[in-house]
């Protein structure tokens, strides 16, 4: 499950540039209240290092007593405050879903949403994906991967903070079931170019649709993130790659 030093060493050494900024976690007075009255039914606690979204090498967690069922195991890195995850658990009762989410406002949020609509299925992990893929979940784990319009850092001085580098997509397809599938959409064409030519360098990954990119996920729904982008002008790319091997 942990991976070999030097895996562990370079996956230390990239986690030192985060892919995301570190924001305020302050709340307004409904969010602090959605927090307090309902994180302990849906967010997984877990033991840190020295950040607030950091993972303790030594973590032992339980998944299957966390959501009290054995299931198929969808991972959603980056939802935010579940725009899409939410009607996409609602659509899949059958399977868990975890969410890894870096701000705690929006997983605040997410938690009021979770409850007025009555499902049940989600649990959340405060953490940066990396450590969470690295320390929480056991190799050949996941049956799906949900990675839709990560930070772009466009500009070429930021591209070092980009989350798909080799070295997670590595780290990503070893968690995941052989033939389980990792879909992801960017509506930024050079990130979407780098990020395929990532997974397709990676033996473990296999495009689902080779010839081209893959058609836009009619089950995901159009957050606001992909609106933003659409409103520009910006072309959506959608890929999904298979766990071969």
Known sequence: MMG??????????????????????????NQRRAWETHRNQFVVDVPRMDTSTSI??????????????????IVEIGPGAGESLIPMAAARPQANLLAIEVYQPAIARMLAQLVRTGIDNVRIVEADAV???EYLLPDQSVAEIWLFFPDPWHKARHHKRRLLTPEFAALSAARMKPGGIWRIATDW?????RI????????????????????????RPITHFEQRGL???????????????
Do not use: K
């Open 4 to 29: 070999s030093a030097v895996e562990r060493t370079e996956l230390r050494a990239r986690r030192e540039v985060v892919s995301f900024v570190r924001r305020s976690n302050r709340m307004r007075p």
């Open 56 to 73: 303790h090498p030594a973590v032992s967690v339980d998944l299957i007593e966390a959501f009290g069922r054995e299931a198929d195991l």
């Open 131 to 133: 450590a969470a893929l």
């Open 189 to 193: 064409a050079d990130y979407a170019d």
């Open 196 to 219: 395929r030519e990532v997974l397709d360098s990676n033996p473990c990954l296999a495009n689902v649709h080779p010839d081209g990119w893959a058609p836009r996920w009619a089950t």
């Open 231 to 245: 409103d520009a002008g910006r072309q959506i790319f959608d890929l999904a790659y298979r766990r071969v091997g």
